[in-house]
Antibody, heavy 118, light 108 residues
């Protein structure tokens, strides 16, 4: 069974840092692009970042450029999101998702909640 | 980037009725790479439709997708109680992959 499990969310003060992880199983992780997508409370879905199979290409939404870093460890079947200089507007549930060009996001993890508040 | 606009924002219907959801793109979606997702409270989005009209594995045939270019539609032929949820469209033919703002289908 294909499974993605996020972890690492929690409460952090503005300006703080957090590292999210996504553990993948049930598929060949190293063959897929991976993405982080977030959803602020009561709001819609927003793509945050994605990374190519070998980590050689990374892309970010403008609002997180210079603050967030996406990475992966194919040997550990894991995806990461290092989040620095966090702001209140980064408060959201963060989902990881796998995909291939021409294929939509499927499946998704269950999400991990990040709350940025003093 | 491609902007997706979904309408209506909220659809109030009764079980057994037909639901028609619209998704309009600001420019043509490459290869009609348009997906529909269903999301229930506290859950991750679930893929319903890919390629504008292909149902994902295990999705009931009361869900159907249509459209091409810039105009796409998700139709639920007869609403079941479990279909009341929020629905998002997403284009995945261009980077960045963008989402519509969602349509909530609520019980009337």
């Amino acid at each position: 069974e294909v499974q993605l499990v996020e972890s690492g969310g929690g409460l952090v003060q503005p300006g703080g840092s957090l590292r999210l992880s996504c553990a993948a199983s049930g598929f060949t992780f190293s063959s897929y692009w991976m993405s982080w997508v977030r959803q602020a409370p009561g709001k819609g879905l927003e793509w945050v970042a994605n990374i190519k199979q070998d980590g050689s290409e990374k892309y970010y939404v403008d609002s997180v450029k210079g603050r967030f870093t996406i990475s992966r460890d194919n040997a550990k079947n894991s995806l990461y999101l290092q989040m620095n200089s966090l702001r209140a507007e980064d408060t959201a549930v963060y989902y990881c998702a796998s995909y291939y060009p021409g294929i939509p996001f499927d499946p998704w993890g269950q999400g991990t909640l990040v709350t940025v508040s003093s | 980037e491609i902007v997706l606009t979904q309408s209506p924002g909220t659809l109030s219907l009764s079980p057994g009725e037909r639901a028609t959801l619209s998704c309009r793109a600001s420019q043509s979606v490459n290869s009609n790479y348009l997906a529909w997702y269903q999301q229930k409270p506290g859950q991750a989005p679930r893929l319903l439709i890919s390629g504008a009209s292909s149902r994902a594995t295990g999705i009931p045939d009361r869900f159907s997708g249509s459209g091409s270019g810039t105009d796409f539609t998700l139709t639920i032929s007869r609403l079941e109680p479990e279909d009341f949820a929020v629905y998002y469209c997403q284009q995945y033919g261009s980077s960045p992959r963008t989402f519509g703002q969602g349509t909530k289908v609520e019980i009337k």
